[in-house]
């Protein structure tokens, strides 16, 4: 058990995030974020319950998030951790919708895609704790928003429940180029790309002139052993004149009051719907988050101590 | 022989310009372009001399340019001609340095690129007509310049003439990657890129945070009969955050009399050389092409009637 030192509040975990990023911590290679070797406690955002506290402004029974990854207990410094209200939120929102997954929906699809009214947009990964976002605020700004997922469930809840416009499985559409055209007959505008791979090969082309793209994740290529070639895209970038931007959703940490007061202004509102997958015992994290790689999930995927 | 009617003016060709991105007009596919099919005089920018006006504002002797075309002579609507000031600068610098190319290095690089003084500048087809004015952009704004172009002679000229900081001939060069690092002890921190494929490849994982890339050619790929794979980029936009933007240079055509005025000025006070390679006799248009996208020439290709 770990003891909490001046400055710093011992938290028990409640909810433990599992997300695609963490993938990229474990391949010993520095990516964006410093490698997660074995032996190391995961990384990741975290909700919990202080049980006793050396600093100020935190007393035992406060909910709180911070970075503490996964373990029961942690000895962590108060200022890495936020307070939660649970009156104004169920606290396990603080690591989806009014947390990081919100932030990465909200800052990196309207700052980097810009979307406008009558506009279509794409979202791959759209059944996510991420592209579920993604599609609602597009339909918020008024945008003809088209979902691709991996399971007949989630498009039906894309459609039914989030409003998609229209809405495709992958994994039972054999040509994706066809289809897209179908579902986008004034060609996308914005693709806001959770998974790369044969999904992304198939939007580029049909991309419409000054088309924005936000790449997000590329889930489909974190678990190869060896990197795959595909098409070379550039050339569609040139000739629709596209730009396209990768993003990590820290560097929109300013910000991140603007888009928690938003996010939750929507959620009021009843404009913006979210889902949680709770697997729980944290023995079952590790599959929680291979599962979550895989998209058992539908919504944002948690771990419930 | 054309015949002007009223509002047109009867030219006579001078020189003409033969540019990579003519390539993607006689593919018989629309790019950005109406395609030109056979049998269709090839379209392109054309410096000439007015031999009979039926417009106001034009008289014989006087220069212009235009884009009518490969043909010797033409009658062409005044409202699509500029009249061009012999006094000021040679009239073939309206299609190269004060032209299409020149606006194209000014605004591809400038808007898109955002260069910063310090920052890691990499030019592929540096020696080209645009390639060989971004690199010289690039010191004016402070930059550190790094050019790739396929001789030695080129290299000699940009790094002795120029005032590239680096270069290398990548037809003599085995590893780019290897190279790259070498020229790039602090990473890339913008690539104006004029021909994709290999070079490209070598240069994205070499890109620092928030790298920002401009694709004004994809040279590398235009005469492949059909696209050949390469490694995926987008994990290094993702992990980087690169932005990435194509462009066709006509979309600053509101704002070229900025452009030129500024290289104009360049010019004048030294801090911006050009170098022309004129093939003589209309008759070696389509080799002075073909020799284009070869790299036979070091600096703009032109035709000289």
Redesign the interface.
């Known amino acids: 058990m770990p003891a909490a030192r001046d400055g710093q509040v011992l938290v028990k975990s409640a909810y433990l995030s599992v997300d695609p990023y963490m993938r ?1 911590r474990i391949t010993g290679i520095r ?2 974020a410093e490698p997660v070797n074995i032996g190391d406690v995961m990384q990741g955002g975290t909700v919990g319950q202080v049980v006793e506290s050396k600093a100020s402004g935190f007393v035992p029974g406060d909910f709180v998030t911070g970075m503490w990854g996964w373990q029961e207990f942690a000895a962590a410094d108060a200022t890495t951790l936020r307070k939660l209200d649970a009156k104004l939120a169920p606290v396990s929102t603080a690591l989806g919708v009014l947390g990081m997954p919100g932030m990465t929906a909200y800052f990196g699809f309207l700052d980097i895609c810009k979307p406008k009214p009558g506009e279509t947009v794409v979202v791959s990964g759209a059944a996510g704790a991420v592209g579920s976002l993604v599609g609602q605020i597009a339909k918020i700004k008024g945008c003809r928003t088209v979902g691709i997922a991996g399971a007949d469930s989630k498009i039906d809840w894309m459609k039914k429940e989030l409003g998609f416009d229209a809405a495709f499985n992958y994994k039972s559409t054999s040509d994706y180029s066809t289809k897209l055209k179908e579902l986008c007959p004034n060609g996308i505008d914005c693709y806001f ?1 959770n998974v ?2 044969a999904i ?1 090969d198939a939007v580029f082309p049909l991309m419409n ?1 000054y088309g924005r793209i936000s ?4 889930i489909s ?1 974190y678990n190869l052993e060896k ?22 959703v820290f ?1 929109f940490a300013d910000r991140y009051p603007e888009g928690i007061t938003q996010m939750a202004q929507w959620l009021r509102e009843g404009k913006l719907k979210h889902r949680e997958e709770v697997v729980e015992g944290f023995q079952n994290t590790v599959k929680a988050f291979i599962g979550m790689l895989q998209g058992d999930n539908t919504g944002k995927m948690l771990v419930k101590m």
């Not at 990197?227 to 004149?241: A, D, I, N, T």
């Open positions: 990229g990516t964006y790309d790369g791979g992304t002139v790449i997000c994740g590329q290529q990197p795959e070639p595909g098409p070379r895209l550039l050339s569609f970038m040139l000739v629709k004149q596209l730009k396209v931007e990768g993003f990590i560097r």
